[in-house]
């Protein structure tokens, strides 16, 4: 039968008392199409917490209620029970890096496997960053992000456009690039010669990109005093892990904070901080947002759970804790909670950028700044802020929601087709056991990284069953989608709160 035969059959169009047989013969267009009722769960979104049942049609949710008419129910292809689980919007971590060439070798996940490894930890939309390498136009960056991830992606897809040259003639690429669904712009103050970028590029690419509607994400460390730092502890030949940490400690994170924060205001744009790690540049993020900037920030998971004794473990075993910025002082990561709790800081994401220990961390044996900087992490998020947020902490579970997906969402232009679950949105639904009890493992785990930084941690909580636009694609511990599900998501004006 051909496909024209279907015009105008839109799911939509379906009458209620025509079972799903007698709409679609067995045709290959509609198979994707299916129909789906989750019953019996308790659905929980950054604002909502109530009992009902779901029912999505192809790629969307069409209905939820209570004791939906039985029509309807018949309709359902599918049928899951989420009984006693919770049913939450799919997760996104909006700061991941795939397959990134950096510090002499190439992050060891994919969008294959990255987005794989994500969508077993219930993340249904993940942000790259397409990083602009040298002589590369605006556009080529873009073209080869999608010639690494096209066709590849368990899950929804975008990217953040990470800006290392422009010059004012480049002004009208940024509303191209806006028109192409990708709003949000990254900088580098940090790593000179490779990403960093000037002050007055810094005030450009924050100028041009809030005049085009979208908004500009900042590493925000200061770079070239940190490189003096750096070459002073290889000068005294302190080359172990622990010093990748004393070479950036928080004070330079804070300079920099402070400084993208000035810049943007002056600027008259909306800045955004990426991976917040310590109470000092929150500090200066909260200081700016008080005085009525529109400056917002977040946290990764690792800086809400792990600090910088872990680079004293034996063996060169703190290179996996070589990232930037670094871990710091405990005395950190209670403000930091707090942060999140009061809205300081507005989502965790993770910073995903895994290096094997085996034959890549490895390359900085005898010197730490040779440690490929990065580690892995797309896979734990949901549950390590269900744990440490939740259950130990007391945030409610709409915060978890916000923090996970909604804020997210809404920030980097994708609410309300994703982060909740409404009439309307894309079916991304995690169906979550609460109550389940496990161990964090490399082991275990599907990203392709061989170290875990939470290796033997106890937590409660795991995704159970992920629907990735209507999709089942993690069931009963299995990945059952396939490598094209994943779509580029065009995204729209940044929402800010
Ligand atoms: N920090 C990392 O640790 N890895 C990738 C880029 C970054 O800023
Ligand atoms: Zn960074
Ligand atoms: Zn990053």
């Known amino acids: 039968m051909p496909d024209s035969e279907f015009t105008g059959r839109s799911i939509g169009l379906w009458h209620p008392e025509q079972t799903r047989a007698e709409y679609r013969p067995c045709h290959p267009k509609w198979m994707f199409e299916m129909t789906t009722l989750i019953k019996n769960g308790r659905i929980i979104t950054a604002t909502d917490d109530y009992f009902a049942d779901v029912f999505i049609d192809g790629e969307t949710v069409s209905m939820i209620g209570k004791n939906l008419p039985g029509e309807v129910v018949k309709r359902a292809d599918r049928v899951i029970d989420a009984k006693n689980k919770l049913v939450i919007p799919g997760a996104i971590d909006p700061h991941v890096h795939m397959e990134?060439?950096?510090?002499?070798?190439?992050?060891?996940?994919?969008?294959?496997?990255?987005?794989?490894?994500?969508?077993?930890?219930?993340?249904?939309?993940?942000i790259d960053f397409?990083?602009?390498?040298?002589?590369?136009?605006?556009?080529q960056t873009i073209d080869d992000w999608h010639?690494?991830?096209?066709?590849?992606?368990?899950?929804?897809?975008?990217?953040?456009?990470?800006?290392?040259?422009?010059?004012?003639?480049h002004e009208k690429?940024?509303?191209k690039v806006i028109d192409q669904g990708i709003?949000?712009?990254?900088?580098?103050?940090?790593?000179?010669?490779?990403?960093?970028?000037?002050?007055?590029?810094?005030?450009?690419?924050?100028?041009?990109?809030?005049?085009?509607?979208?908004?500009?994400?900042?590493?925000?460390?200061?770079?070239?005093?940190?490189?003096?730092?750096?070459?002073?502890?290889?000068?005294?030949?302190?080359?172990?892990?622990?010093?990748?940490?004393?070479?950036?400690?928080?004070?330079?994170?804070?300079?920099?904070?402070?400084?993208?924060?000035?810049?943007?205001?002056?600027?008259?744009?909306?800045?955004?901080?990426?991976?917040?790690?310590?109470?000092?540049?929150?500090?200066?993020?909260q200081r700016s947002r008080d005085a009525g900037n529109p400056a917002?920030?977040?946290?990764?998971?690792?800086?809400?759970?792990?600090?910088?004794?872990?680079?004293?473990?034996?063996?060169?075993?703190?290179?996996?804790?070589?990232?930037?910025?670094?871990?710091?002082?405990?005395?950190?990561?209670?403000?930091?909670?707090k942060g999140l709790k009061l809205g300081y800081l507005q989502e965790v994401s993770t910073d995903h950028c895994p290096f094997n220990f085996k034959g890549q961390k490895e390359l900085g044996k005898d010197n730490f700044t040779k440690i490929p900087n990065g580690g892995p992490g797309v896979e734990d998020r949901l549950s390590m802020v269900y744990q440490g947020g939740v259950i130990e902490r007391g945030f409610?579970?709409?915060?978890?929601?916000?923090?996970?997906?909604?804020?997210s969402a809404k920030l980097f232009g994708m609410f309300p087709k994703k982060g909740t679950i409404a009439v309307g949105s894309d079916a991304d639904i995690v169906i979550y056991d609460h109550k389940k009890k496990r161990t964090i493992s490399a082991k275990t785990h599907h990203m392709n990284c061989d170290y875990s930084l939470f290796e033997g941690w106890k937590i409660t909580g795991?995704?159970?069953?992920?629907?990735?636009?209507?999709?089942?694609?993690?069931?009963?511990?299995k990945y059952v989608g396939s490598p094209s599900d994943g779509k580029f998501l065009k995204r729209g004006a940044v929402v800010t709160p």
């Not at 070798?105 to 496997?113: A, N, R, Y």
């Not at 940190?226 to 004393?246: C, D, F, G, S």
């Not at 800086?303 to 034996?314: I, V």
């Not at 795991?462 to 694609?473: A, C, D, F, N, Y």
């Open 396 to 407: 409610t579970l709409n915060k978890w929601v916000d923090l996970c997906s909604t804020a």
């Open 183 to 285: 709003t949000t712009f990254k900088i580098f103050l940090a790593y000179p010669g490779v990403f960093m970028i000037d002050d007055q590029t810094m005030f450009r690419v924050m100028q041009s990109a809030g005049a085009a509607g979208g908004m500009t994400l900042v590493h925000a460390e200061n770079g070239i005093a940190i490189t003096e730092m750096i070459n002073n502890l290889v000068k005294a030949k302190k080359l172990e892990p622990k010093y990748h940490a004393q070479s950036r400690p928080p004070v330079m994170q804070a300079d920099g904070v402070a400084r993208a924060c000035k810049v943007a205001e002056v600027a008259k744009a909306p800045v955004f901080i990426v991976h917040v790690s310590c109470e000092a540049a929150m500090i200066e993020l």
């Open 173 to 175: 690429e940024f509303a």
């Open 462 to 477: 795991e995704p159970q069953t992920v629907l990735s636009r209507g999709k089942v694609i993690i069931e009963n511990g």
């Open 100 to 126: 990134l060439p950096f510090g002499g070798t190439v992050s060891s996940d994919d969008f294959k496997s990255g987005t794989i490894g994500a969508a077993f930890g219930g993340t249904t939309s993940i």
């Open 147 to 169: 010639a690494k991830a096209s066709g590849k992606c368990a899950i929804d897809y975008s990217y953040h456009l990470a800006v290392t040259e422009y010059e004012p003639k």
């Open 296 to 337: 917002y920030g977040e946290t990764c998971t690792q800086y809400l759970f792990l600090d910088e004794s872990y680079y004293d473990k034996p063996k060169f075993e703190g290179a996996k804790y070589v990232f930037t910025p670094p871990l710091v002082g405990k005395e950190n990561i209670e403000p930091l909670w």
């Open 130 to 139: 397409a990083i602009q390498f040298k002589g590369k136009t605006f556009q």
